[in-house]
């Protein structure tokens, strides 16, 4: 059974950088993800990575996020440059292992959660 821990959120001014990780215990997932919730709206993907190929991403963040990941060391993060208010949320990690099930943008795919992480950008 995996677990996901995220961390590195926090506060940013506008135009600023920061960078989340997910640690993944357990074992080692197939596929991982971002997703993000603001206050009021719906979780959307913000990309995903699988343990071999290259990574995805929305087009909100697509040139402005980067998903990389370490298979050994079970760990993800997300690098954010040039942030803007638009992006203030609670960030999501997400994952499963099952092979074959793709490395899909639809929540639905994913079968393990972490806690959430804050990121607040302020203009």
């Known amino acids: 059974q995996v677990q996901l821990v995220e961390s590195g959120g926090g506060s940013v001014q506008s135009g600023g950088s920061l960078k989340l990780s997910c640690v993944a215990s357990?074992?080692?997932?197939?596929?991982m993800a971002w997703f993000r919730q603001a206050a009021g709206k719906e979780r959307e993907w913000v990309g995903t990575?699988?343990?071999?190929?290259?990574?995805a991403y929305a087009d909100s963040v697509n040139g402005r996020f980067t998903i990389s990941r370490h298979i050994q060391k079970n760990t993800m993060w997300l690098q954010m440059d040039s942030l803007g208010p638009e992006d203030t949320a609670i960030y999501f990690c997400?994952?499963?292992?099952?092979?074959?099930?793709?490395?899909?943008?639809?929540?639905?795919?994913?079968?393990?959660w972490g806690q959430g992480t804050q990121v607040t950008v302020s203009s």
């Open positions: 357990g074992e080692n997932p197939t596929c």
């Open positions: 997400a994952a499963h292992s099952t092979l074959g099930r793709g490395c899909g943008s639809e929540a639905g795919t994913y079968v393990t």
């Open positions: 990575k699988g343990r071999l190929g290259i990574a």
